[in-house]
């Protein structure tokens, strides 16, 4: 007969690690992309400037996000938790997507494509709007089991956007009218469009961001888990990124 395992003994004692050597390679990769971009939008602009932007914040947030999820799936550690993960990922997806639909599209009013990127900056333009917003979409779908979120979380991601509303409405008003990029984006430009149609902009890409928040939520739910195979020879509970 086999003795029953002492309470004091620890799981991985038992159940060797799962390591995941695929995710791990993927989201270094990943973060990768994120740190050059970051890296050449630093080294080619004002290296004071550069962090004001949302940009340059969420990917930053979703390096270190990914970093150590990498860490954790190549050693076979548990994984993050979905809160942060999912966090870092609406986050990103809101840098796409308000890259793609409003800052770089002419008839929305609010463009900031003015004379075409090339070289360096064309590259890091590149992997900060849309490597690592498509790239954070296949980790999610392809690499992170459902069923980790929850509906709350939708409201407390957004606490992270309206902190930088606030920071950057306050920055602009205490810089001189003169100020390069006093506001980071259009639809912040206070001095352009007024308090008022400022709030009412904000306002709305507020509800369009907590949407989002909340179908990816409700996503999470519903999406079927794409690791089942690897599963059957490991069981793991369903989580963030593993």
């Not at 849309?130 to 069923?147: E, K, S, Y």
């Not at 794409?226 to 490991?234: F, K, M, P, Q, T």
Request: aromatic share 10%; proline share 7%; charged share 15%.
């Amino acid at each position: 007969m086999i003795a029953p395992s002492s309470p004091g003994v620890p799981a991985a004692a038992v159940v060797p690690p799962h390591r995941r050597p695929y995710a791990a390679v993927f989201r270094a990769l990943l973060c990768a992309a994120a740190v050059t971009g970051i890296v050449i939008d630093t080294a080619l602009g004002d290296p004071l400037r550069v962090p004001v932007y949302f940009t340059i914040q969420s990917n930053a947030l979703l390096a270190l996000v990914l970093g150590w999820s990498a860490q954790r799936a190549w050693t076979g550690r548990p994984a993050l938790s979905p809160r942060l993960t999912g966090g870092a990922f609406l986050f990103i997806a809101i840098t796409g997507l308000v890259y793609h639909l409003i800052l770089a599209n002419d008839s929305s009013g609010f463009s900031m494509t003015g004379d075409a990127l090339t070289g360096p900056r064309a590259v890091s333009n590149q992997l900060l709007h849309t490597v690592t917003p498509l790239g954070a979409a296949l980790d999610w779908f392809l690499l992170t089991a459902p069923g980790g979120l929850r509906f709350r979380y939708a409201a407390q991601w957004l606490l992270y956007p309206a902190a930088y509303l606030a920071f950057a409405l306050i920055r602009g008003a205490l810089l001189a009218p003169a100020a390069e990029a006093r506001y980071p984006y259009p639809f912040l430009d206070v001095a352009a469009h007024g308090y008022a149609s400022t709030a009412t902009t904000a306002l709305v890409l507020g509800l369009a961001f907590y949407a989002l928040a909340l179908g990816l939520v409700a996503l999470d739910r519903v999406r079927p888990d794409l690791r089942r195979r690897e599963n059957r020879i490991s069981r793991e509970r369903a989580g963030g990124l593993k």
